[in-house]
């Protein structure tokens, strides 16, 4: 019990075993060289090292002092460990005085044999059976006769010996030498231990090539992983460089047009005050009494010169906005459509197009068009890289389908007829016009195009598989399972979006018959597109996705088709 308390008090907290090399820290605790080195080894790409035992933290690697009061008691421990283990051995029987190991035991007299010992007995006893030292003599003979058991009975499937096989109950019996029995199990041994072998080694080069695939994997990962990252910095500097510049040409288009205006408003001013004083001078002459003077005023024909009229007309008919000025407004002459940004489509990202004497309004409207052109082409790109380039392969489930509703062969068109279809009743079917996806999404990014035809009233979005099938409650979005996008064509082209019963209106109507459902179920989220040109963004749903997710259409009137792979 001594020995064992003293081998916990020297058992190093690290790696359970007594102290190699043990080296003290700050706080007093003991560890091997070897674990403590390694400890720290790792603890220092976090900045903070701290002790194995009692938590201790230290800002610096602390130094490490060698224990050599602790290093004696284990050298003296381990010394006396192994002398005991020598003596607790098999020891010779005749050495009474002190244990001496035993070389041999004496399986007929059941006696240990020290070397001394031994050679007095091969003299004295040359048909004695000498085995390896054992303590279990006892078990090597016979319990009935007493005898060493030398034959195994093949028919008992036991050792025997001469007397059993002779007189006793294995008489008649198949039997066989030990030696010989021993040597054929030890073949059988063999050849199993070497299919072992070489089931181990088929494993080990299993095990390697599967940690050498890992490593490609993880290699692979790692530069997909950066050249995603890589695409993304480039992504979003090109979006931060062409935010600055269209608002750049913004503000210089602002500051072009201010000033145009500035100089026709300085120069009407001028005008006016001239009309003004010339205004005043003529009341005054038709004010006068006296004839003389009026007729004697110089400058009378020059108040009422048609030519100056004229030229006022000819100006009033441009005051508004000085056509020409505008239209040439000492900008960058006509380049073709572009000034060096070549994100926008369509060749105009607002710069200074020759407009061919459209005035400051028609020029507004044509900056707007080119940067919403350029934002859409943008988003475009978004949806192509985080998508990816190819659709979903959606296929519509008959089985859920209600029995309004004619599914096409090929699975991907759901049409509304009054002609009830003649489908089982079954639990996962719909009972009001709806149909959903065979195919569930539980993971990833995914995206389907939905083609609207001739339908007054449709929906389509996502819903969980647990979705009531049954009452109006079950339809897309008037349940806390599904979520989707509406539009009604008898209500001024209404469209919405809804979710647990909730109706958000959009503020603008789709022109277009195709819509872009785009899900992202670790983000939990969901938008819808319209397929216009440029592709436009309607409304996107946040939520914590909690189950599958699989397509899901409504159609009242006309078809839907679901675009993509078939």
């Not at 004295?124 to 009975?153: F, M, Q, W």
């Not at 096989?165 to 040597?183: A, F, P, Y």
């Not at 489509?345 to 459209?358: I, S, Y």
């Not at 399972?481 to 979006?497: A, I, Q």
């Amino acid at each position: 019990m001594a020995s064992d308390g003293l081998r916990k008090e020297l058992t190093c907290a690290i790696c359970k075993d007594i102290y190699t090399d043990p080296l003290t820290l700050r706080c007093g605790h003991n560890f091997c060289q070897v674990c403590i080195d390694g400890m720290q080894d790792t603890e220092g790409g976090y900045g903070v090292y701290s002790c194995p035992e009692c938590r201790a933290t230290f800002r610096k690697r602390p130094p490490l002092q060698r224990n050599i009061t602790l290093c004696n008691i284990v050298k003296n421990f381990l010394a006396t460990q192994t002398h005991q283990e020598e003596i607790t051995g098999i020891c010779c029987t005749y050495c009474v005085d002190s244990p001496v190991p035993a070389v041999k035991s004496c399986l007929m007299c059941e006696a240990s044999l020290c070397e001394k010992h031994l050679k007095v007995h091969i003299k004295t006893a040359t048909d004695h059976v000498l085995t390896e030292p054992s303590t279990s003599l006892k078990n090597r003979k016979c319990s009935i006769h007493g005898k060493i058991l030398e034959y195994y009975c093949t028919e008992d499937a036991t050792c025997i010996c001469v007397s059993c096989s002779l007189v006793g109950e294995h008489r008649g019996h198949r039997v066989e030498m030990l030696d010989e029995i021993s040597e054929n199990k030890k073949g059988k041994m063999r050849h199993v231990l070497q299919k072992m072998i070489t089931k181990r080694m088929k494993t080990e080069e299993r095990v390697h090539s599967l940690e050498e695939r890992r490593r490609k994997v993880q290699g692979k990962a790692s530069g997909e992983a950066e050249r995603v990252t890589a695409q993304f910095i480039c992504f979003r500097t090109r979006e931060d460089n062409l935010e600055k510049r269209i608002l750049s040409d913004i503000k210089r288009q602002e500051e072009k047009m201010s000033l145009s205006l500035s100089d026709v408003i300085q120069k009407l001013e001028i005008k006016k005050d001239e009309l003004s004083r010339k205004m005043r001078h003529i009341e005054e002459l038709c004010n006068m009494m006296d004839p003389l003077t009026v007729l004697q005023e110089s400058d009378t024909g020059d108040l009422c010169d048609p030519e100056e009229e004229e030229d006022d007309e000819d100006t009033g008919g441009h005051d508004g906005g000085d056509e020409d000025t505008l239209g040439h407004d000492g900008g960058d002459e006509d380049t073709g459509g572009h000034d060096g940004i070549d994100e926008g489509p369509g060749g105009h990202d607002g710069g200074d197009e020759d407009t061919g004497g459209h005035d400051g309004g028609d020029r507004g409207v044509e900056l707007i068009s080119n940067i919403s052109h350029t934002l859409f082409a943008m988003i475009r790109d978004i949806n192509m890289i985080c998508y990816g380039p190819d659709p979903a392969d959606i296929l519509l489930d008959v089985n859920t389908a209600d029995n309004n509703l004619l599914i096409s062969d090929d699975l991907k068109t759901a049409t509304w007829t009054l002609i009830t279809q003649n489908r089982p009743e079954t639990a996962e079917r719909f009972q009001y016009i709806q149909v959903m996806s065979g195919r569930r999404f539980t993971s990833g990014r995914h995206y389907w195009d939905v083609e609207i035809s001739g339908s007054v009233l449709w929906s389509v979005g996502i819903c969980y598989p647990s979705i009531d099938r049954r009452g109006r409650q079950s339809t897309i979005g008037n349940n806390n399972k599904s979520w989707g996008l509406f539009g009604r064509l008898w209500c001024n082209n209404h469209y919405s979006v809804r979710h647990d019963s909730e109706v958000i209106r959009l503020s603008h109507q789709i022109s277009s018959d195709g819509v872009r459902i785009c899900l992202d179920y670790e983000a939990g989220q969901l938008s819808f597109y319209e397929l216009c040109d440029p592709i436009r963004h309607l409304h996107t749903f946040t939520a914590a996705f909690s189950e599958p997710l699989h397509a899901v259409l409504y159609v009242c009137g006309g078809s839907i088709k679901i675009s993509g792979r078939s």
